[in-house]
């Protein structure tokens, strides 16, 4: 497998609006980001890839975007977004823009200009249909955030097709002066200096010609017309081109990908139109369905994804690896425990960094942050949560149920400010009020505490990025899982005469665990472990809750 910096470099991942507010007014900015550059340095990640930075009215907090050239004045300046780039680089920290193509904002000015009528030359950036009849919408497709998927215009007695929130109308791709666009704003990006780019749904980008009716569903009908769609490829190998000019990577946002649908994308060599992709089988192992329809968590799902994942790609394709993102809860809080906070914390982290794939790491993560638990609908500010509830409710699901779903499973979960300190507001903001609440929890779980404890999650995933950047097996080596009891996820990586074992334990009660024959625990070293060791007798031992536990032997 060829070596290359994206393979070898782990990510951080900032949602500006809750990372850190430098000006006092509530709300995260480039400033509150550049203070805080050294601890990102400190922890040991090699790159931050930011969620939309641009202008945005906020229908989807920054993934409906106004401007795909310039940074959003809750944010700051493209001055100071430069200076930011050169104090990450001057660090060694490279920088990943987030491209979200599949559609703009409502106020993006091509979709203003766009919606005066068929003869204005931006009509077609977008998916304007005649409706079916009078009042009848062109297809039966609907949106994953909000209802029917298309957007009636009075003015042009048209709809707009939408398959997120009303405020984000799809681009028409298939439209060349679109791509061309596009081309244009990756250009403008990278010329600046950016390394490389997160592409928000990229494989949503293209639509069945004549669009036609779904399977019904509750939300998101039609999303098979459009999941990966009969021009994809064609459009990632455009944007490809001008990838080749430069030095930089990509990560695609894959929902509903499997290892084998990847792989056309994926796969190194000639043909190969993304470095890697983020995939979400990992992330549906609580719940059925839709992430709403919780379930007790299943570590046997979850350890017939990674073994799939990282077996089908080795050698041939590289893992996008991530346990959180701005859209989904806390994982300690889901597949950890919070009682055993700082144990499955660790567990988790240990779980993801030790297999093949660049690392990814949410803000908050690195401290396990935990869900907040908003137990009313009107201090949600997430569009997708508050009518995801809105049709729970209307689906007959009972108010204390939908809550409890929603609080298990809202994106809100993971967008409460970054907990600094213990003092006010958790030093996120000198503001009287944030924009958005903070966990009461920051009294003790908070990135300061974290700093000064030795055994903190903090510097646990310090040691463990440390230990990944300089073993080649965490990174190249091949994937092996174990036979175990079901709440046990353990796996053997080979490299160069080299052998890793990787135990994880997904339960608070005891279990036996006996490593294979081939693989000896006295002759290897324990490099990280969340206890204190103790004794190891017939190549095995009992673990303790959500234990883990990484032996090399070298
Ligand atoms: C995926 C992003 O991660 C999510 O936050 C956003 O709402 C949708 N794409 C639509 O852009």
């Given at each position: 497998m060829e070596k290359k910096w994206y393979k070898e470099m782990s990510v951080y991942q900032i949602w500006p609006r809750s990372f850190c507010d430098g000006n006092g007014d509530g709300i995260g900015d480039l400033e509150g980001i550049i203070s805080k550059l050294d601890y990102i340095k400190e922890l040991g990640v090699d790159a931050i890839w930011f969620s939309p930075l641009f202008p945005s009215p906020n229908a989807d907090y920054g993934y409906d975007i106004a401007d795909y050239r310039d940074i959003s004045k809750d944010y700051g300046t493209l001055d100071q977004f430069k200076v930011l780039l050169d104090e990450a680089h001057k660090r060694d920290l490279k920088i990943i823009m987030d491209l979200v193509i599949n559609h703009t904002s409502d106020e993006h000015s091509w979709f203003k200009e766009s919606k005066k009528g068929e003869d204005n030359p931006y009509h077609d950036y977008y998916i304007w249909r005649k409706g079916r009849k009078p009042g009848k919408e062109p297809n039966n497709w609907l949106s994953t955030f909000q209802g029917k998927a298309w957007e009636y215009c009075k003015e042009i007695d048209k709809y707009y097709l939408h398959v997120f929130a009303k405020g984000q109308p799809d681009l028409n791709m298939d439209n060349p002066k679109v791509r061309k666009e596009i081309k244009d704003i990756i250009r403008f990006w990278l010329d600046m200096g950016v390394d490389g780019f997160r592409e928000d749904v990229i494989t949503f980008i293209s639509k069945e010609p004549g669009l036609p009716n779904g399977f019904p569903l509750p939300t998101a009908t039609g999303i098979e017309h459009y999941k990966n769609g009969p021009n994809l490829k064609k459009y990632l190998q455009e944007f490809k081109e001008v990838y080749n000019d430069y030095d930089c990577f990509t990560v695609g946002e894959a929902p509903m990908m499997t290892p084998k649908s990847a792989l056309e994308f994926i796969r190194e060599g000639e043909g190969q139109l993304l470095n890697m992709m983020f995939h979400f089988e990992h992330m549906n192992c609580d719940n059925?369905?839709?992430?709403?329809?919780v379930t007790p968590f299943r570590p046997g799902k979850l350890k017939k994804v990674y073994n799939n994942w990282q077996t089908k790609l080795h050698g041939i394709a590289w893992n996008a690896n991530y346990i959180e993102n701005h859209d989904q809860p806390r994982i300690i809080s889901r597949y950890g425990s919070e009682k055993y906070r700082e144990q499955s914390g660790k567990m988790l982290a240990t779980m993801y960094i030790c297999q093949s794939g660049t690392p990814f790491i949410y803000q908050g993560q690195e401290i396990g942050m935990t869900n907040p638990r908003i137990d009313s609908i009107d201090r949600y500010k997430d569009v997708s949560s508050i009518n995801t509830y809105a049709l729970f409710r209307k689906l007959g699901f009972s108010d204390k149920l939908t809550m409890k779903f929603c609080m298990y499973a809202s994106r809100d979960n993971a967008r409460t400010p970054m907990q600094w300190n213990d003092g006010k507001n958790a030093g996120f903001t000198t503001a009287e009020e944030p924009w958005f609440e903070i966990n009461p929890n920051y009294i003790f779980i908070n990135a300061e505490a974290e700093q000064k404890n030795e055994n903190s999650i903090l510097n646990y995933y310090k040691k463990l990025l440390r230990f990944r950047k300089e073993n080649d097996i965490v990174k190249y080596g091949d994937f092996e899982m174990l036979k175990t009891e079901k709440n046990i996820f353990a796996y053997i990586r080979k490299y160069e005469g080299q052998k890793m074992l990787v135990l994880c334990s997904f339960s608070e009660k005891e279990m036996a665990f006996r490593a294979p024959s081939d693989f000896c625990i006295s002759e290897a070293?324990?490099?990280?472990?969340?206890?204190e060791s103790n004794p190891v007798i017939h190549n095995g031992f009992f673990t303790r809750p959500y234990e883990t536990r990484v032996y090399l032997i070298k």
């Open positions: 059925i369905i839709t992430n709403w329809i070293e324990l490099v990280l472990s969340n206890y």
